[in-house]
């Protein structure tokens, strides 16, 4: 059973369009805060915390499928999983809903590869990457 997390954000005004609906960017930075949100869960640590200790995860793949529109004021949940976890890699699905109809509006997937400092790929932390093999 691989991990998962769920948040509800609000759509502010200022993700929305003239016409008041999402523009389609904004479903990446929600991705961007389910995934951070369910590494902290995992790991007891935040992300600023593992990049401050030189964990760098950086993402390299990512693909997005839009169903519905999500408007302003409406309030989303952001279901993120661990779908995969590897020694340089880890892989994370999403799936975007309303939260008060159900309404599917984006699923998403990203992968993320470890890099050391000279931004080349590298092993992640043998830590953290326990912590996440244990949890796919």
Same mark, same amino acid.
């Given at each position: 059973?691989?991990?998962?997390?769920?948040?509800?954000? &609000?759509?502010?005004?200022?993700?929305?369009?003239?016409?008041?609906?999402?523009?389609?960017?904004?479903?990446?930075?929600?991705?961007?805060?389910?995934?951070?949100?369910?590494?902290?869960?995992?790991?007891?640590?935040?992300?600023?915390?593992?990049?401050?200790?030189?964990?760098?995860?950086?993402?390299?793949?990512?693909?997005?499928?839009?169903?519905?529109?999500?408007?302003?004021?409406?309030?989303?949940?952001v279901?993120?999983?661990?779908?995969?976890?590897?020694?340089?890699?880890?892989?994370?699905?999403?799936?975007?809903?309303?939260?008060?109809?159900?309404?599917?509006?984006?699923?998403a997937?990203?992968?993320?590869?470890?890099?050391?400092?000279?931004? &080349?790929?590298?092993?992640?932390?043998d830590g953290?990457?326990?912590?996440?093999?244990?949890?796919?």
């Amino acid at each position: 059973m691989s991990a998962e997390h769920e948040l509800d954000l &609000r759509v502010r005004y200022a993700e929305t369009d003239q016409m008041g609906v999402v523009y389609h960017t904004n479903y990446l930075v929600w991705c961007e805060i389910g995934r951070t949100e369910l590494i902290r869960a995992l790991s007891g640590t935040s992300y600023a915390t593992l990049e401050a200790e030189g964990v760098a995860l950086a993402v390299a793949e990512l693909s997005i499928r839009y169903h519905g529109a999500a408007r302003y004021d409406n309030l989303i949940r952001v279901r993120t999983t661990l779908a995969e976890a590897r020694s340089r890699s880890v892989t994370f699905d999403y799936l975007i809903s309303n939260a008060e109809t159900g309404e599917r509006l984006a699923s998403a997937r990203t992968v993320l590869v470890s890099l050391d400092p000279n931004g &080349r790929p590298t092993r992640m932390p043998d830590g953290l990457r326990a912590q996440l093999e244990r949890a796919t």
